[in-house]
């Protein structure tokens, strides 16, 4: 599976962008799918999930401020951010997985930049 994400940019802290993510097949074949985030010089960390029954889950830093979500009908996964900080610069990647495990379909990224 493909997986292509845009909607990312330049904004002011305090602002929002929502990204989305689509993928060349339905998503009805993924058990659940993830955001996840990488900033220069840092670890990938995990920012959200929507699984089964579209029951979803978040980082610490992103419960409040993010909303994950997706459209079977479009086969796309959205991260909606709201409440952005400088510190929330970084290239963010979908990911998908077939069963309840390890993600094993990624996008390419779209860079997310935060000024103050």
């Known amino acids: 599976v493909q997986l292509v994400e845009s909607g990312g940019g330049s904004v002011q802290a305090g602002g929002s962008l929502r990204l989305s993510c689509a993928a060349s097949?339905?998503?009805?074949?993924?058990?659940?799918e993830g955001w996840f985030r990488q900033a220069p010089g840092k670890e990938r960390e995990w920012v959200a999930r929507?699984?089964?029954?579209?029951?979803?889950s978040y980082a610490d830093f992103a419960t409040g401020r993010f909303t994950i979500s997706r459209d079977f009908g479009k086969n796309t996964i959205y991260l909606q951010m709201d409440s952005l900080r400088p510190e929330d610069t970084a290239m963010y990647y979908c990911?998908?997985?077939?069963?309840?495990?390890?993600?094993?379909?990624w996008g390419q990224g779209t860079l997310v930049t935060v000024s103050s």
């Open positions: 990911a998908a997985s077939r069963f309840a495990g390890e993600y094993e379909s």
């Open positions: 097949e339905t998503l009805l074949k993924f058990n659940h």
């Open positions: 929507i699984g089964t029954g579209g029951a979803t």
